[in-house]
Nanobody, 118 residues
């Protein structure tokens, strides 16, 4: 399984961005997928996850109500719609697949940088 994240960039506070994570591999559509982020000087943190069917999602408290995860299994792509962005959302965002534990995933993408200016 390979994951390719894209869509990052520079946005002003209050703006929106949509990240995409394109996946390859026959079984990827059966995996729970997730987004994590890592800000400069900080540990990687969980952003949100989505079940293989898309019927169940989970979000960290810091993004709940502002971010939405969705997936299109036909396209093998997961999306992270980010609204009402804040400077503290600045980070490298990573997508992950195949949940192994609460915060453990078997496959990781390379990350895409999101910078939110104040």
């Amino acid at each position: 399984v390979q994951l390719q994240a894209s869509g990052g960039g520079l946005v002003q506070a209050g703006g929106s961005l949509r990240l995409s994570c394109a996946a390859s591999g026959r079984t990827v559509s059966t995996y729970t997928m997730a987004w994590f982020r890592q800000a400069p000087g900080k540990e990687r943190e969980f952003v949100g996850s989505i079940s293989w069917s898309g019927g169940s999602t989970d979000y960290s408290n810091s993004v709940k109500g502002r971010f939405t995860i969705s997936r299109d299994n036909a396209k093998k792509t997961v999306y992270l719609q980010m609204n009402s962005l804040k400077p503290e959302d600045t980070a490298i965002y990573y997508c992950a697949a195949q949940k192994l534990g609460p915060l453990a995933y078997g496959y990781w993408g390379q990350g895409t940088l999101v910078t939110v200016s104040s």
